[in-house]
């Protein structure tokens, strides 16, 4: 892992961090709309199996073949029968062999070379493969492209999260969601939370009035800085960031979106609600590369006197947590496994699969990164489609009004970053040089402004 001491400022193309101009689209009349589940209806079953059901060969391809991609592509083989994976498609052809020496050695998996495809078009080869399912693991920016091809190809999917980085990209995620839905086909996300035993079984639980009616909630992911890497001499500017993606905004929408969404999807899930609006702040002290922040602390209100406070950090040498809290009426929950009583004494808990030694194991008894892909597999076998595109969009969207709030040192409603028309990063993808100006954004300045 290397560690860089500084990196050189230029001017990058457009201003990347700061809502633009208002415009006059929306996303759709859905996003307007506050859906909630009624007590007892529209609860998921929370009986999950343990392996996709066995039926003829389901072939994938996997576009992103860096750590997250790679263990995707083991998560799919791991699901049930009959499962292949024939494709790999990466930006750089180093992390592709890379992906590719892993399957080998851990999955027997030979992937030959004409099934390998480099280049920011390699995506667009291997869906020209006799694939099935695609599996979309590459920085987030590419998302909402990767989707919208793989609809037109009629191919099933597994897209990880978050959606997008900006607002135009989520109206793409929602239209590919649309148009995948009226062909049959499935999308699964990667907010796992959403397929694991005991979340489902929590949210079941409070849909049928465990907690009473929600009044308040938080939700964090405090760790330390992740990952980033020094610059090369023979590394373009566009070969340096998209190496380096995790720690530039255009490409992974800053860590409030790259792992918080996932905190943030769960109280969307459990309210049944998104925001109406979004104040808050953060800044950077810490971090030697890139253009993000170093924290952010979010109010999100969701109307009727319902707020959750969010928390995200990444800095070194500090309190680490990562949870989701839901007050109600009549108790609150972790949203994980417990729900409790006003008084703090324990309502209800998840039962957990036991030891040897007959001691609960604190484990689901399969792994929710396996288990998405059993259920993604399981709608295709039994012809009945899932779509999660639209749910994530949501929950990605929400993330950027909140991170937009942040940025700018404004309220920012639903209704403004739904109609916002920003869009983050370059518009052509070639290896070469950038006009790059990786500032970062300044509340209550022009830079951040609306």
């Keep these: 892992m290397d560690r860089e001491k500084s990196v050189s400022r230029r001017k990058f193309l457009g201003q990347a961090g700061a809502i633009s101009a208002v415009g ?209 001499d023979e590394w373009s500017d566009m070969e340096y960031m998209v190496r380096n993606w995790n720690n530039f905004r255009w490409l992974c929408g800053d860590h409030f979106l790259d792992t918080h969404v996932h905190n943030i999807d769960i109280i969307n899930w459990f309210t049944g609600k998104q925001p109406i609006s979004a104040i808050g702040g953060g800044a950077r002290h810490r971090r030697l590369t890139g253009d993000q922040w170093d924290f952010f602390s979010v109010d999100f209100y969701f109307g009727e006197g319902l707020h959750s406070h969010s928390m995200s950090r990444q800095i070194d040498n500090c309190a680490n947590a990562t949870a989701e809290h839901l007050m109600g009426t009549e108790g609150y929950t972790n949203c994980k496994d417990t729900i409790y009583y006003p008084d703090g004494t324990i309502k209800w808990q998840y039962a957990y699969p036991k030891d040897v030694n007959g001691n609960p194991t604190k484990t689901v008894k399969v792994s929710p990164y396996v288990q998405e892909h059993i259920d993604l597999i399981a709608s295709i076998r039994n012809h009945k489609p899932i779509n999660e595109a639209e749910q994530l969009a949501l929950s990605t969207l929400t993330a950027i009004m909140g991170r937009e709030a942040a940025y700018t040192g404004k309220m920012i409603t639903w209704e403004q970053i739904n109609k916002s028309t920003m869009r983050m990063g370059p518009s052509n993808y070639v290896m070469g040089e950038l006009d790059m100006n990786i500032e970062t954004p300044i509340p209550g300045t022009p830079h951040g402004g609306v």
């Excluded at 869906?127 to 695609?134: A, K, P, S, V």
């Excluded at 135009?168 to 959403?194: H, N, P, Y």
């Excluded at 035993?197 to 992911?221: D, F, H, K």
Aim: hydrophobic share 35%.
């Design 24 to 232: 006059t689209l929306g996303i759709s009349s859905v996003l307007s709309a506050c859906s909630s589940d009624k007590k007892g209806k529209n609860i998921p079953a929370t009986d999950k199996l343990d392996q996709a059901p066995d039926g003829k060969v389901l072939k994938a391809g996997l576009v992103g073949c860096g750590n997250r991609g790679t263990g995707a592509a083991f998560n799919f083989l791991d699901a049930g029968p009959n499962l292949e994976l024939i494709a790999l498609a990466d930006v750089f052809d180093d992390q592709l062999q890379l992906c590719r020496q892993k399957l080998k050695k851990q999955k027997n998996v030979d992937i030959p070379d004409n099934k390998c495809f480099t280049g920011f078009d390699g995506f667009k080869r291997l869906l020209e493969t006799d694939i099935d399912i695609i599996l979309l693991a590459t920085p987030p920016h590419f998302r909402p492209e990767h989707l919208e091809a793989a609809v037109k190809a009629k191919k099933h999917i597994f897209m990880e999260k978050p959606a997008a980085v900006d607002p135009v990209g989520i109206r793409s995620i929602i239209g590919s969601a649309k148009k995948a839905e009226a062909i049959g086909l499935s999308i699964v996300g990667g907010t796992q939370r959403r397929h694991e035993r005991n979340y489902l079984e929590t949210y079941r639980q409070v849909q049928m009035g465990g907690i009473g009616e929600p009044v308040s909630a938080n939700a964090y992911w405090l760790q330390n800085h992740v990952w980033y890497r020094s610059r090369k």
